[in-house]
């Protein structure tokens, strides 16, 4: 099956799978602070990515 193939009711209904979510799921968790490399990174690849719509872009 290719992967545009897949809906999230097809693969429930296929695996017998359930959805549990919690929206406070993060609630508590403490706020991550972000390295230089990682906002440089983001700054300089993000608009790219958006533009094209990629899901994925190489960091490298």
Do not use: C
Not at 14 to 34: E, T
Not at 46 to 53: F, G
């Amino acid at each position: 099956m290719a992967y545009n193939e897949f809906t999230l009711p097809g693969l429930k209904r296929l695996f017998g799978l359930r959805i549990v979510g919690r929206k406070d799921l993060f609630a508590h968790a403490p706020d991550a602070h972000l390295s230089t490399w990682l906002n440089e990174t983001l700054a300089y690849k993000l608009p790219l990515a958006l533009k094209i719509s990629l899901e994925k872009l190489a960091l490298s």
